[in-house]
């Protein structure tokens, strides 16, 4: 017996609203349903991982899943707490766009078509590309009134915004094309559940209202809550702006130590939310975690199963051996391991000096690596102090002052760590 998506997603924090009748409705039958996303890049974010979970978790329910990328509504604008419209996109972009969104989804969604409820893939540009205004308005406008549409919170919200710009028709009318995308895949797919964010659920029950003026029949609704931090701050940012599903935008290392750095409390409510581990195990590892906080263990199942899902599991032993570097439990040989790009990562931050890559090939002394040629410590003398007391490492590995840093040294060809002490790390780029 399938499993019930709605209890699925309740006991996991994933359920905000339905539409009563909903979880009867799933329950009688394989029901399609579908969520939408942005095309306004190539790559979804952390910020999209609650509605791929759901999509996955309605997939391994029974249920077939569609993924709309919305590539005319993404020309538009949302007025959803959005205070600035989208930019225009051209078709090239946004069918680049969708094959790299599609790319990530396939991770989480099997698209592969073998088993009756396999995912699939729509774009909302599609059908409504050739739809002219004046058919738009004949047949869809006519049946959604005014007062309807402003008595969604979403438009009241702007309307009555401190900034009061007020709202162009274009991002008025966004609710009716989302509606219609709605009845279209109703008609089209069968499609009788449209899920999203909880800011949505206007935009959504537009659409059930269209397929009952419309098309006669009922479309069920159903939203999961935002996801917010117990600090207060975004979900989904770091320090360098959004954490990307694109290993491009966003390194494995990177995107690891953002699961890694979740709170206790967060940790708690995000292992339920953004991995597939069952109810009676979660229970288990949170009983487990609150007895010994400090092993991080929820955090640690939550960093490795994302960036293996995310990514690879070779990502994920790389993302760890790097982790490791940096908090010291490392070998020159885990160091030589990194890629360049990881390197960089991890060492983000750390000062660097440039040094005449001949002048590595010949040889160089630890007072030119730690004083002369770099002023990582203020004089040769204090470099002398360092190597003295034992204190100065070179890959890792501890060092006397007759050691010379040699090409052999040179991580990707490049780079070699020194470190004084456990607290000071100072990067040599030969150049």
Same mark, same amino acid.
Request: proline share 3%.
């Given at each position: 017996?399938?499993?019930?998506?709605?209890?699925?997603?309740?006991?996991?924090?994933?359920?905000?609203?339905?539409?009563?009748?909903?979880?009867?409705?799933?329950?009688?039958?394989?029901?399609?349903?579908? +969520?939408?996303? &942005?095309?306004?890049?190539?790559?979804?974010?952390?910020?999209?991982?609650?509605?791929?979970?759901?999509?996955?978790?309605?997939?391994?329910?029974?249920?077939?899943?569609?993924?709309? %990328?919305?590539? @005319?509504?993404?020309? %538009?604008?949302?007025?959803?707490?959005?205070?600035?419209? =989208?930019?225009?996109? &051209?078709?090239?972009?946004?069918?680049?766009?969708?094959?790299?969104?599609?790319?990530?989804?396939?991770?989480?969604?099997?698209?592969?078509?073998?088993?009756?409820?396999?995912?699939?893939?729509? !774009?909302?540009?599609?059908?409504?590309?050739?739809?002219?205004?004046?058919?738009?308005?004949?047949?869809?406008?006519?049946?959604?009134?005014?007062?309807?549409?402003?008595?969604?919170?979403?438009?009241?919200? =702007?309307?009555?915004?401190? *900034?009061?710009?007020?709202?162009?028709?274009?991002?008025?009318?966004?609710?009716?094309?989302?509606?219609?995308?709605?009845?279209?895949?109703?008609? #089209? *797919? !069968?499609?009788?559940?449209?899920?999203?964010?909880?800011?949505?659920?206007?935009? %959504?029950?537009?659409?059930?209202?269209?397929?009952?003026?419309?098309?006669?029949?009922?479309?069920?609704?159903?939203?999961?809550?935002?996801?917010?931090?117990?600090?207060?701050?975004?979900?989904?940012?770091?320090?360098?702006?959004?954490?990307?599903?694109?290993?491009?935008?966003?390194?494995?290392?990177?995107?690891?130590?953002?699961?890694? $750095?979740?709170?206790?409390?967060? #940790?708690?409510?995000? +292992?339920?939310?953004?991995?597939?581990?069952?109810?009676?195990?979660?229970?288990?590892? /949170?009983?487990?975690? $609150?007895?010994?906080?400090? #092993?991080?263990?929820?955090?640690?199942?939550? @960093?490795?199963?994302?960036?293996?899902?995310?990514?690879?599991?070779?990502?994920?032993? $790389?993302?760890?051996?790097?982790? !490791?570097?940096?908090?010291?439990?490392?070998? @020159?040989?885990?160091?030589?391991?990194?890629?360049?790009?990881?390197?960089?990562?991890?060492?983000?931050?750390?000062?660097?000096?440039?040094?005449?890559? *001949?002048?590595?090939?010949?040889?160089?002394?630890?007072?030119?690596?730690?004083? *002369?040629?770099?002023?990582?410590?203020?004089?040769?003398?204090?470099?002398?102090?360092?190597?003295? @007391?034992?204190?100065?490492?070179?890959?890792?590995?501890?060092?006397?002052?007759?050691?010379? %840093?040699?090409?052999?040294?040179?991580?990707?060809?490049?780079?070699? /760590?020194? $470190?004084?002490?456990?607290?000071?790390?100072?990067?040599?780029?030969?150049?």
């Amino acid at each position: 017996m399938a499993k019930n998506f709605v209890e699925e997603l309740q006991w996991r924090g994933m359920l905000h609203d339905v539409m009563p009748g909903t979880e009867e409705h799933l329950q009688e039958a394989m029901r399609s349903a579908y +969520i939408g996303f &942005d095309p306004t890049s190539d790559s979804l974010h952390i910020g999209s991982l609650v509605p791929i979970m759901v999509l996955a978790h309605f997939q391994r329910c029974g249920h077939k899943p569609y993924a709309l %990328i919305g590539g @005319a509504t993404g020309m %538009i604008g949302d007025p959803t707490g959005k205070s600035q419209e =989208r930019n225009l996109l &051209d078709e090239e972009t946004l069918r680049k766009n969708q094959n790299g969104v599609k790319q990530q989804l396939s991770k989480f969604l099997d698209f592969s078509g073998k088993e009756q409820n396999g995912a699939v893939l729509v !774009n909302n540009y599609d059908w409504l590309k050739d739809f002219s205004f004046l058919e738009f308005i004949r047949d869809v406008g006519k049946h959604i009134t005014v007062n309807y549409m402003m008595a969604k919170d979403s438009v009241k919200k =702007r309307l009555s915004s401190e *900034a009061n710009e007020g709202m162009s028709f274009t991002e008025f009318t966004y609710q009716l094309v989302q509606g219609y995308d709605f009845l279209h895949l109703y008609r #089209a *797919a !069968n499609c009788t559940l449209q899920m999203g964010g909880s800011d949505q659920w206007g935009n %959504i029950t537009t659409g059930t209202e269209l397929i009952r003026r419309i098309g006669g029949g009922k479309g069920f609704a159903l939203t999961s809550p935002l996801i917010t931090k117990a600090d207060g701050s975004k979900f989904g940012k770091s320090e360098g702006g959004n954490v990307w599903l694109d290993p491009e935008k966003t390194s494995p290392y990177k995107f690891y130590q953002y699961w890694i $750095n979740t709170s206790d409390e967060d #940790a708690e409510k995000f +292992i339920k939310i953004f991995t597939f581990i069952e109810k009676q195990e979660i229970e288990s590892l /949170i009983a487990e975690h $609150n007895e010994a906080p400090h #092993a991080r263990l929820l955090q640690k199942l939550l @960093a490795e199963e994302l960036t293996e899902m995310v990514h690879s599991k070779e990502d994920l032993e $790389n993302a760890i051996k790097a982790s !490791n570097v940096l908090f010291g439990k490392s070998t @020159a040989e885990d160091l030589k391991g990194l890629d360049e790009k990881t390197f960089l990562d991890v060492f983000d931050g750390v000062p660097q000096a440039e040094v005449e890559k *001949a002048k590595i090939v010949a040889g160089l002394d630890m007072i030119g690596a730690l004083a *002369a040629e770099t002023d990582f410590l203020p004089s040769n003398g204090e470099a002398r102090r360092a190597l003295k @007391a034992n204190s100065v490492s070179v890959n890792k590995e501890k060092v006397k002052e007759d050691y010379a %840093i040699t090409e052999a040294d040179l991580i990707n060809g490049k780079y070699v /760590i020194i $470190n004084k002490g456990k607290k000071n790390t100072y990067i040599i780029k030969a150049v």
